[in-house]
């Protein structure tokens, strides 16, 4: 009896198996991007990022907790305080590259005056700003 060998087609509208898993792969780089910032944006003082008016019926901001603080309070293991460090670390990075490449936009299309006063208010704002 002859052997015979079945071949099966993959329908051209469907994406092969490679392609699949670097699409799904994709979607998850994305959707944990998104869970980060959230919980990034919610554990900082994000909102004193944009000059929110301090009246009597609103509370001081408190100052962001500390890696140590997380760690009590979560009870996390030391492989998870690494790890959300590093997460805390990478979500720093681009955050300040987001602010820089806005800044950097903003001053391109200010002349010399409004850049010195864009400065200034950005140094009112922030007393840390321009300082390595």
Not at 34 to 51: D, N, P, R, T
Not at 102 to 125: A, K
Request: with cysteine; net charge negative.
């Amino acid at each position: 009896m002859a052997s015979e060998t079945a071949t099966v087609t993959v329908p051209a509208s469907l994406p092969r198996p490679a392609e699949r898993v670097a699409i799904v792969s994709l979607v998850l780089v994305f959707l944990c991007g998104i869970a980060v910032g959230a919980v990034g944006m919610s554990f900082s003082s994000h909102a004193g990022l944009h000059g929110t008016a301090h009246t009597a019926s609103v509370p001081p901001v408190r100052p962001s907790m500390s890696i140590t603080e997380w760690k009590q309070q979560l009870a996390l293991t030391d492989e998870q305080t690494v790890q959300l460090t590093s997460i805390l670390d990478d979500f720093s990075r681009y955050y300040d590259n987001v602010l820089a490449d806005g800044n950097s936009r903003i001053v391109q299309i200010l002349n010399p005056e409004q850049r010195r006063r864009f400065d200034q208010m950005l140094h009112d704002h922030n007393p840390l700003y321009g300082k390595p």
